[in-house]
């Protein structure tokens, strides 16, 4: 019987629901799904989780503001999060609202643990207090201004629960020294260690003065203080209090991923709690740092916002991956910049990655019919490019281990540029046709393809969906995420393996067009939701009867759609279907079949070598009974609709793209 695998627990904070998704939101969860995808391969079984908070004041006033409840508020933008992680591809297993019932059950139960063991205790808050923003100033100074509005505070004695934070000031010293690997990076520890040694606080862990939170029990006019609730959701979504086999097996949870700016609440309140309920504590935290947008901070207000949906839609998910893990030093703060993102992505990831696996690929399509080759005897340029890999493995292993992202993507990248150069230096389109020259030329393709097979490997965890498509391509089965990690030699590639479709793989982009266009995507994201349309204006009297333009869209919808030049193979008629004309049409990677209702206005004759407009990307659908893949486009003239094809004023090629 196969042994069962050890677990690994990773999880994201949970995001706050009062803003949309941003790349930093993304960056955490990116780094998390890296994490989770190596962890994979290296054998783990994973679980990973992320979701949203959803109490809190700033919610309740926010839904307020929109004129609708809470949990309606709450239930869209959780959905907007939800929605993101999908769309990027990530390997989300968990995702916990803090609104589901269950949450609510986990942390009553964890509070109630807590004070049965004497850590809580009823008391009064006395200090400032803004009522415009509802909220404790930590500022004792009489008449101190709120830090968000600038208003004067007042002076006010509320009733709260206190956690008896101070009673594990020594415990958590102690246990910092004794586990040096529970907080990392090694700066965010000694801040840590240098906070709590200045001596702990008891924390007020409820409130009375809004309704928006989880009730405390046997005493509901108190909801449990948002923090205090949000930090129990790691407990939650590992099956606590309830599903106690599943509890044992996850927790406790190998890493915590947070930002830099709430290593406080995880460092020093949270191991507090569990410490005070007797649970074990999670095995690491690791506080990663900021993400700076041209050099500011990103805010609503300052109107810097990127989100992450323009970068995937123009450049793919995996070309933001690749530019926040290699760019920025995992822990440190960063900076994003279109800019920056578009060079690299050109010179990395088109130029890098997709050149080799261009070249590589199509060389052995032309020279040995899609099959790999056998390699021959290996001269010391083969020797040393095996030398290369077995030190990308290596290193990418070490900073994988250390979360050192984009120093594993600087030593698999060192693989990539050794291929380049092994490509460059021993020429295998220079060589001539000799049953020599091609034995030779099979080892030189076959050990770049190797080197190819390495680096998909490798490069995965970061690259998810592009290295699936190499994977592919090289004729290999499963996808590189189910492979064993620790049995990865060099010298696997079986030769005679026939090499599957080539898919395109990091497209050269133009840099001003493509920054242009996520700045044009970005801006349209950021415009708030529009009202409800108005009704069309009727048309005057006389006017053309061409119909009234629908509701605006914004581009990221029109991109949506994928339009190409297609060119019309053949043509015919369906028997039975007197308005469908069944086409075969290259769409310049490969011929689509697609029915077009045009039967009655063209003859299918005249059709055939005519290059028309294509919807590529429609799912597709029977039209009586014949499959069709893809839509021919065409105005619709005239009050019976009369198509007429779309064409172009010049002589296009064949798959270009229309925009
Ligand atoms: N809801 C709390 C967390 C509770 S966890 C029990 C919260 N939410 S948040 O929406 O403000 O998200 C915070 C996290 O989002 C940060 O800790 C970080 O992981 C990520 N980031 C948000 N903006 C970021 C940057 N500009 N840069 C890097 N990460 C950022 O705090």
């Known amino acids: 019987m196969a042994a069962t695998k050890p677990k690994y627990y990773i999880t994201t904070p949970i995001y706050y629901v009062n803003a949309r998704p941003h790349i930093g939101h993304t960056y955490t969860t990116l780094a998390a799904d890296t994490i989770a995808r190596y962890k994979q391969m290296r054998g783990y079984d994973v679980t990973f989780l992320t979701g949203t908070d959803e109490h809190g004041q700033k919610v309740e006033r926010s839904a307020k503001k929109e004129g609708i409840s ?9 959905a907007e999060y939800h929605g993101l992680w999908q769309e990027l591809g990530f390997r989300v297993d968990r995702f916990i609202r803090t609104t589901e019932t269950r949450h609510a059950h986990a942390v009553q139960h964890l509070f109630r643990e807590i004070q049965r063991n004497g850590y809580v205790e009823k008391g009064y808050y006395e200090g400032n207090y803004c009522v415009h923003d509802e909220m404790y100033v930590e500022d004792p100074t009489p008449g101190a201004l709120c830090p ?12 709260n629960y206190f956690f008896k934070l101070g009673k594990f000031e020594k ?7 004794e586990h040096p690997e529970f907080l990392e990076p090694e700066a965010r520890r000694n801040e840590v260690i240098s906070f709590v040694s200045g001596g702990l606080r008891d924390l007020s862990i409820s409130r009375t003065t809004l309704k928006w939170g989880i009730p405390w029990p046997g005493d509901e006019k108190h909801v449990f203080y948002v923090w205090s609730d949000a930090l129990t959701n790691y407990l939650t979504a590992a099956g606590y209090p309830l599903k106690k086999e599943e509890f044992e097996r996850l927790w406790p949870a190998d890493v915590h991923l947070v930002g830099k700016e709430i290593i406080r609440f995880h460092a020093v309140y949270w191991p507090a709690f569990l410490m ?12 990663h740092g900021h993400l700076l947008f041209q050099e500011e901070k990103m805010s609503k207000s300052r109107g810097n916002i990127q989100s992450a949906q323009p970068i995937a839609r123009v450049l793919g998910a995996d070309a933001l991956r690749y530019f926040l893990l290699r760019e920025i030093v995992f822990g440190q703060d960063g900076n994003f910049s279109r800019e920056a993102l578009v060079a690299r992505y050109n010179s990395d990831l088109a130029n890098g990655l997709g050149n080799l696996a261009s070249r590589t690929l199509t060389m052995i399509e032309k020279n040995f019919e899609g099959r790999v080759p056998k390699p021959g005897e290996e001269t010391p340029a083969e020797k040393a490019l095996a030398g290369e890999a077995q030190t990308a493995m290596a290193e990418a292993q070490k900073h994988y281990e250390a979360f050192a992202f984009s120093r594993a993507l600087e030593a698999i990248w060192a693989l990539i540029a050794a291929a380049d150069k092994y490509l460059t230096s021993e020429q295998p389109w220079a ?5 020599d020259e091609q034995k030779r030329r099979g ?4 050990t770049s393809a190797e080197a190819l097979r390495i680096v998909c490997l490798l490069a995965h965890p970061v690259l998810p969906a592009s290295t699936n498509k190499v994977w592919a391509t090289l004729g290999q089965s499963g996808t590189p995420g189910n492979q064993d990690w620790d049995a990865l030699r060099w010298g696997q590639l079986a030769p005679g393996t026939r090499l599957g479709k080539t898919e395109a793989l990091f497209p050269r982009v133009d840099k001003t067009e493509a920054i242009e266009r996520i700045e044009a995507m970005e801006n349209e994201l950021q415009k708030p939701a529009a009202p409800a349309a108005a009704a069309a204006p009727a048309a005057a009297p006389g006017a053309a009867a061409a119909p009234a333009v629908s509701e605006k869209i914004a581009i990221e919808d029109f991109t949506k759609v994928e339009m190409r030049v297609g060119q019309i193979k053949t043509a015919e008629r369906i028997a039975g279907a007197d308005k469908l004309l069944k086409l075969t049409v290259d769409i310049g990677t490969e011929i689509r079949q697609i029915c077009a209702g045009i039967a009655q206005y063209y003859e299918p004759e005249a059709l055939v070598g005519r290059k028309v407009a294509v919807v590529v990307n429609l799912a597709p659908r029977k039209l009586r009974g014949v499959e069709s893949n893809g839509m021919i486009v065409a105005a619709a003239v005239g009050p019976e609709g009369r198509p007429v094809l779309a064409g172009f004023l010049e002589d296009v090629e064949v798959g270009a793209r229309l925009r």
Do not use: M
């Not at 415990?171 to 020294?177: F, K, R, S, T």
């Not at 080892?443 to 076959?446: A, E, F, K, M, P």
């Open 70 to 78: 809470p949990i309606d508020f709450v239930d869209r933008v959780a």
């Open 148 to 159: 968000e509005c600038h208003r004067p505070t007042e002076v006010v004695k509320e009733e």
């Open 171 to 177: 415990p958590l010293l102690n246990y910092y020294q």
């Open 276 to 287: 005070a309920a007797g649970l074990p504590l999670p095995k690491k935290i690791f506080a």
């Open 431 to 435: 060589l001539g046709g000799s049953p």
């Open 443 to 446: 080892t030189i393709l076959w």
